[in-house]
């Protein structure tokens, strides 16, 4: 494994890992934040603005963990997805908000935000390609 993976895995992992505990701190501010998306009736966002963080944070744990990495990568880079979705929706109806990515601290502007998550979205996807290729033996 070289320097950039495990360097790229560390941010990743680490970015939501560090989301998801500032949004834990404050679940009600990050619940008003998913609700200004204006995508989910409130009676979904609350159990979202509850559990949404800790996955964040399970999964940017798991990262590290060889057995689940893989399996980590692919649900971080399935919430990326949805979160460059929500922003780029919110962007284009012209609502003036922040996303909320990492709670109180988010101050970013949308578009900020959309090319943060789509550089993200590009690093697990090259991470998940680095975990596809197959060991090569080592020399001995």
């Given at each position: 494994?070289?320097?950039?993976?495990?360097?790229?895995?560390?941010?990743?992992?680490?970015?939501?890992v560090v989301a998801g505990v500032l949004k834990v701190l404050d679940p009600a501010r990050f619940a008003a934040d998913i609700d200004h998306f204006r995508l989910l009736r409130y009676f979904a966002v609350a159990p979202l603005a509850l559990y949404l963080p800790w996955l964040e944070i399970i999964c940017g744990l798991a990262v590290f963990v060889r057995a689940w990495r893989r399996s980590a990568l692919l649900l971080l880079l399935a919430?990326?997805?949805?979160?460059?979705?929500?922003?780029?929706s919110a962007w284009m109806?012209?609502?003036?908000?922040?996303?909320?990515?990492?709670?109180?601290?988010?101050?970013a502007p949308l578009a900020f935000d959309l090319v943060f998550d789509l550089v993200l979205g590009g690093v697990l996807v090259w991470l998940l390609r680095v975990e596809s290729r197959p060991e090569s033996p080592r020399k001995g």
């Amino acid at each position: 494994m070289n320097r950039l993976t495990c360097l790229l895995r560390f941010l990743a992992g680490g970015i939501f890992v560090v989301a998801g505990v500032l949004k834990v701190l404050d679940p009600a501010r990050f619940a008003a934040d998913i609700d200004h998306f204006r995508l989910l009736r409130y009676f979904a966002v609350a159990p979202l603005a509850l559990y949404l963080p800790w996955l964040e944070i399970i999964c940017g744990l798991a990262v590290f963990v060889r057995a689940w990495r893989r399996s980590a990568l692919l649900l971080l880079l399935a919430l990326t997805i949805v979160f460059i979705a929500a922003i780029t929706s919110a962007w284009m109806r012209g609502l003036d908000i922040r996303c909320g990515c990492f709670g109180a601290a988010s101050t970013a502007p949308l578009a900020f935000d959309l090319v943060f998550d789509l550089v993200l979205g590009g690093v697990l996807v090259w991470l998940l390609r680095v975990e596809s290729r197959p060991e090569s033996p080592r020399k001995g």
